[in-house]
Nanobody, 124 residues
Framework: QVQLVESGGRLVQAGGSLRLSCVAS????????MGWFRQAPGKEREFVAA????????YYVDSAKGRFAISRDNAKNTVYLQMNSLKPEDTAVYYCAARTFDGPVMRPTTYRYWGQGTQVTVSS
């Protein structure tokens, strides 16, 4: 069992930056493959970024490429999402998630554990 707690979301102007953090409980954090998703009002949960199984590479949704970066610090049981050049369409609740097997990284059902989410609002 692992618990995930996100933080760092807030109101920011378009063009600004935010860094989201997700702290995981438990001693086996390094064995999980981590990802970030987001959900805007009235829309389905959308994949944003994730590490591959084994952590050797990363995946991003096309709209995040070149603007967002996922990273992790296993010593701190933390995964980050650095978001730059934010746009109003990035407004959503952002969730971190952990998966325990090598499945489709963009599919929410692949992930076993989820945080409660943190709100990111980008004003124009």
């Amino acid at each position: 069992q692992v618990q995930l707690v996100e933080s760092g979301g807030r109101l920011v102007q378009a063009g600004g930056s935010l860094r989201l953090s997700c702290v995981a409980s438990g001693r086996t954090f390094s064995t999980y493959a981590m990802g970030w998703f987001r959900q805007a009002p009235g829309k389905e949960r959308e994949f944003v970024a994730a590490f591959t199984w084994g952590g050797g590479s990363t995946y991003y949704v096309d709209s995040a490429k070149g603007r967002f970066a996922i990273s992790r610090d296993n010593a701190k049981n933390t995964v980050y999402l650095q978001m730059n050049s934010l746009k109003p369409e990035d407004t959503a609740v952002y969730y971190c998630a952990a998966r325990t097997f090598d499945g489709p990284v963009m599919r929410p059902t692949t992930y076993r554990y989820w945080g409660q989410g943190t709100q990111v609002t980008v004003s124009s």
